[in-house]
């Protein structure tokens, strides 16, 4: 067997997989819906396998996040390409025994990039620094795109209930 | 409706997902084997003298790792040695577990394992070591007669060196190899291990 070219202290990967699974699974979940989150998880961590010899071992948590998020732009541009396109997150609305409904409808209308922000800040649990080592932006860049996503979430929220 | 902030985003969102995260880590593991990303597996086995570490690559069983060695350092290893690609992989490791099960109950006498040798040194160390996997069950030799059988009987210092290295105990059984007159010797898995391992044996008495 040829050796792949280690670029750090190589982690056993079950421990890299032990370490980044619930986050990433959090992500996936605020990215593409609870429904279909397992399935980017499955194509996230194959790929992370696949690709382990470059991992970046300075950045693990972001280089994982990266991936997750490219599987989550894969999964919605399939979804766009079929003949009738569900809306993911409309299986999840307001109900009385789902009162956070809401948030996940507003979360299912924010764009591409404002939900990734969000999701890697409030799902995943990340720090800015870490969010933004993720979208290849500054820290602060980071912050500011969290602070636009929430505001925007806010935004569909209150129109809603206004609309309501 | 209640309004909207960053606490009630994190508590919707950033809901617990510990324990499906858990189950969906056990199919990806699944399918990382079926695709032959697995480069090896490892399982954890229950023996009378604590837990021990067993690896596996696709040829057959890389590693053993006697209770006296902690799990973390065993992968670490074998992420720097062979592949970092390491995932816990139990059923690639059932046939090692059942018969090292019987084996320690004085159930079984010979392994019928596929062994993946490529931690054993080539030259004199991997030709003692074969050499030792040929001992059978009861019987022992000393480090001096092993080093001859490996080609060159002066050599029983180099012979005792590779025999502390065996990454395969048990299976290759080193602790069937002893001193020159009968006293026991090292042994990797500590000398309490190698004269218990003897006395299921009955090499000794």
């Not at chain 1, 071992?57 to 599987?71: E, L, N, Q």
């Not at chain 2, 890389?62 to 902690?70: F, G, H, I, M, S």
């Not at chain 2, 159930?107 to 070591?129: M, N, Q």
Request: proline residues 5%.
């Amino acid at each position: 067997m040829s050796r792949p070219e280690i670029t750090a202290d190589p982690v056993p990967f079950q421990r890299f997989l032990d370490q980044h699974r619930a986050p990433v699974l959090s992500f996936l979940r605020a990215a593409v819906g609870p429904s279909d989150a397992d399935d980017c998880f499955q194509e996230t961590f194959i790929a992370a396998l696949r690709a382990y010899h470059r991992m970046d071992g300075r950045h693990p948590r972001a280089w994982v996040m990266t991936i997750a998020r490219r599987k989550a732009i894969d999964h919605h541009r399939a979804r766009a390409r079929r003949p009738e396109p569900r809306a993911e997150f409309d299986d999840l609305g307001v109900t009385d025994e789902h009162p956070d409904g809401e948030v996940w409808a507003a979360v299912g209308r924010l764009s591409e990039a404002q939900r990734a922000a969000v999701a890697l800040r409030y799902a995943a649990g990340l720090s800015h620094r870490e969010i933004g080592a993720t979208l290849g932006c500054s820290e602060a860049a980071a912050r500011r795109r969290v602070a636009d996503g929430l505001s925007a979430l806010r935004q569909t929220i209150d129109r809603e209930e206004l609309t309501a | 409706m209640s309004g909207i902030d960053a606490e009630r985003i994190t508590r919707v969102l950033g809901a617990d997902t510990a324990a499906a995260a858990a189950e969906a880590s056990a199919r990806l593991v699944e399918r990382a084997d079926r695709e032959g990303l697995a480069e090896i597996g490892y399982a954890t086995l229950e023996t009378p003298l604590g837990v021990a570490v067993l690896a596996a690559t696709r040829r057959g069983l890389v590693r053993v790792a006697l209770p006296n060695e902690r799990l973390e350092q065993v992968l670490e290893d074998l992420a720097a040695e062979v592949s970092p690609r390491i995932v816990e992989l139990p059923q690639r490791l059932d046939p090692a577990r059942r018969e090292l099960d019987q084996y320690f109950e004085g159930r079984r006498e010979h392994f019928d394992l596929a062994l993946d040798w490529r931690l054993i040194e080539a030259g004199f160390s991997g030709r003692v070591l074969r050499q030792t996997a040929r001992l059978p069950y009861g019987v022992t030799a000393s480090y001096g007669e092993i080093a001859q059988r490996a080609g060159n009987p002066r050599a029983y210092r180099a012979a005792g060196s590779a025999l502390g290295r065996n990454p395969i105990p048990i299976v290759v059984p080193c602790h069937r190899v002893l001193l020159s007159g009968g006293k026991l010797g090292n042994y990797g898995g500590g000398p309490e291990m190698k004269e218990w391992l003897l006395r299921l044996e009955g090499a000794i008495d």
